[in-house]
């Protein structure tokens, strides 16, 4: 048993246009690189927990959630703010605020976020900016906050509607929100105080306004009206409206909309690597929603007709994992697991009459019967299929095996080492 393609486990090694995966059969590195593609800057988390602009078609390795490291792909998206830092700017409307540019260390790790400061008068206190959008369509706003006087602060909906949604700054939570177009809220630590804060929204005009609004406490109403003091406030940084159901990585605007093309990773190994008549396919993987759409992974010869699948699919939370040889689906399994956004373990075989699909240490199912490809028939490994269907993701690690694997070994290697290393990979409460 020899594993023939190797990919992240906290290994990786990035050039524009390249990610490798590699092969140490014998103590000899083989490199195996995936072409990646992006067509735009883009922002990752990086070892020191910065935010960090990358350029053009150069792999984002993320450390947001994992000190390993995972391979980032994300679809297109574009942030329709045109001051996403600098709320200083006249795009920003202020009601009984000043904005103290370059007040602290942003999440970035530079003297560039605001301090969104109150005014002594006794009234609301926020800044907005207004923008026309699709009436009807699920958006996603968010925004950086650190706590400097209070510890709430709230999104408000200030041109077309009454909903709100509260956070709190000093402890990481979400407070109360209304409003028939607010569909969820969520916070995220970004470590040194910052949180960012999330809502998604169904829109109701094509006119939204949004506000960044102080708060005194966590209120049941949007805004808060009290007697202000100028010395106090909360600071601000990388505010973002997105069209979607889910927030991406932070896209930097100053003075125009950007839109961050979607990234590629295709290519990988040659019929040399990969064993067509038998092997297991390994992953650890997350989606970034659960949002019904074909995301795949995918062993081929180049085409569809002869493809091993590994997708989240358009059902809810389901995984699949297809086998299609000349044509014909020679096995289907599919899986409905509690969430996909969670880190998952995946090991998938295939053999004749023998396929096995198995999830953090549990065989979820399996086919005892089926074809399989000829010798010499898979050469590619790639995150999308050739028609499409790319795979947008969190990705720690892939590994190709030329033997099926016996069903104690994929249980090991599937499974968790600790009660600790579960409970953090599954996002869990701790016992």
Known sequence: MAQKLKFGNGTWATKKGSTLSYNDEGGNFKPLPFTTTRNSIATRVNKEGLIEVVGNNIPRIDYTDSADGVLLLENSATNLLTYSEEFSNAAWSKQDVTISSNSAISPDGSLNSDLLQETSANSI???????TVTSGVEFTVSFFAKKKDYDYIQYSRTADGSSYANFNIANGTIGNNSGADILNHQIEDYGNGWYRCIANITTSSTSSGFGITLLQSDVTSRYESYLGDDSRGTYIYGAQVEQGSYPTSYIPTSGSTVTRAADTASGAGNSEVFNSTEGVLNCEISALSDDLTNRMIVLTDGTTANSL????????NKIAYYVKVGNVNSAVLEYQYSDITFNTKISVTWKLNEFKFYVNGFKVMEDLSGAIYPANTLDELSFKRTDGFPFYGKTKEVGVYDTALTDEELEY????????????????NEL
């Not at 699948?309 to 809810?316: G, H, N, V």
């Not at 290697?413 to 869990?428: A, G």
Request: with cysteine.
């Open 125 to 131: 206190h926020y800044c907005r900016e207004v923008l």
């Open 309 to 316: 699948q590994l997708a989240y699919i358009p059902l809810s």
């Open 413 to 428: 290697m599937t499974s968790y080492r600790s009660l600790n290393e579960l409970v953090t990979e599954l996002n869990l």
